[in-house]
């Protein structure tokens, strides 16, 4: 192989880490790292593979006022839900930076939006307040109907 193969390949592996690192922080997912890592998978749990979201920091831009756009992870997370609460994983190929995370259903409460285009429900995190992960309604709806009762909030 070339050294010019050989460094192209190379460009394209620290181009590669370079972005899932910029995704992962401005996503939010580090913040939500630190309170929400989740070590093992759910039992009994109803699984969802390649959803599609938006995710982000719902924190005003100090420059012009406005709010951050958030991330798309189009067809890159894997979800899973049970009486215990949510659990978020990223496509194994998008897993760096990315630890599976889960959510006690009581930690999660959600808010239902709509925008020109499209209704969506927003989920907040009690530890990550600031943090917001978006899915379309008609997902959110289903996952929402594997949680009791008793957290039903937004």
Known sequence: MSKEAI?????NVAL??????YFQRSSGWNVLARNYRSREPLQHAVRWFFVSARMGRREPNPL??????LV???????????EEGLRLSMFP?????????????????TQSCSGLSANWIEFHFREA?????????????ELLQYTPPQYLTG
């Open 7 to 11: 460094s192209l390949i190379l460009i």
């Open 72 to 82: 798309p992870l189009r067809n890159a997370m894997n979800v899973a839900v049970n």
């Open 129 to 141: 307040p600031w943090v917001v992960l978006r899915f379309r309604k008609s997902m959110a709806a």
């Open 93 to 109: 190929l998008f897993r760096l930076f990315h630890p599976p995370l889960f959510f006690p259903w009581d930690h999660i409460s």
């Open 16 to 21: 590669f880490i370079g972005l899932l690192s």
């Open 64 to 69: 012009l006022g406005v709010q951050k756009p």
